[in-house]
């Protein structure tokens, strides 16, 4: 499974776009690279993934190298409630099932 | 819109005493993972279902965890008997097929 390297922490100004970076240089062909955000004391929350393309959806863009050794996550217009951990997974399926390692991910606080 | 339903959402118990965990899962959800998340960490794997089945448990420490999903459908995590160790928060999550994971709003547990 791949490892993957994300920013103890970052800020970011209400209304402005949070890019989050994560490096996941050893990633294997049939990785995906997933995304979740938990907010304090609650379930993590799927935003978004993706395999080789830059994805959009309403709540994210991710971006993707061309190498896929890293990708960033971007929230267009951060909100005070999009302060939360976002964690960057490789996530690997086989035989129809999903292996997934969460690392200690990103805390996002947003500044009004 | 469906969710991942858990009970109880809080647990206080005294070192050596047993407790156990409910998860409903999304309906028709194939496959339910139990995850620990420590404060301060990202969830770890404890156990993964396929149905009724065990496809991962590599991290379920054995000596004192059980967990059991008979019909397919709700699943049960036990710990007998709790260390001061077990505190943390216990993720239910379920999943259909190749996409994301669905999470529980958590177990709390305290042991003193």
């Known amino acids: 499974d791949a490892k993957t390297t994300q920013p103890t922490s970052m800020d970011c100004a209400e209304g402005r776009a949070a890019n989050l970076p994560c490096n996941h240089s050893?990633?294997?062909?049939?990785?995906?690279v997933y995304w979740y955000r938990q907010i304090h004391s609650q379930g993590p929350q799927y935003i978004i993934h993706?395999?080789?393309n830059n994805e959009t959806n309403e709540m994210a863009s991710l971006i993707i190298t061309e190498d896929r050794k890293s990708s960033t996550l971007i929230l267009p217009h951060a909100t005070l409630r999009d302060t939360a951990v976002y964690y960057c997974i490789a996530n690997y399926f086989s035989g129809g099932y999903q292996k997934v390692t969460f690392g200690t991910g990103t805390k996002l606080q947003v500044i009004p | 819109e469906a969710e991942v339903a858990q009970s109880p959402r809080y647990k206080i118990t005294e070192k050596s005493q047993a407790v156990a965990f409910w998860c409903d899962p999304i309906?028709?959800?194939?496959?339910l993972y139990w995850y620990r998340q420590i404060l301060g960490q990202g969830p770890e794997l404890l156990v993964q279902f396929q149905d009724e089945s065990v496809v991962d448990d590599s991290q379920l420490p054995k000596d004192r965890f059980s967990a059991e999903r008979l019909k397919g459908v709700d699943s049960t995590l036990k710990i007998q008997p709790a260390e001061l160790g077990d505190s943390a928060m216990y993720l239910c999550a379920s999943t259909s097929g190749n996409n994301e994971q669905f999470f529980g709003p958590g177990t709390r547990l305290t042991v003193l």
């Open positions: 309906s028709g959800h194939a496959t």
């Open positions: 050893t990633i294997s062909g049939n990785e995906y």
């Open positions: 993706g395999l080789k």
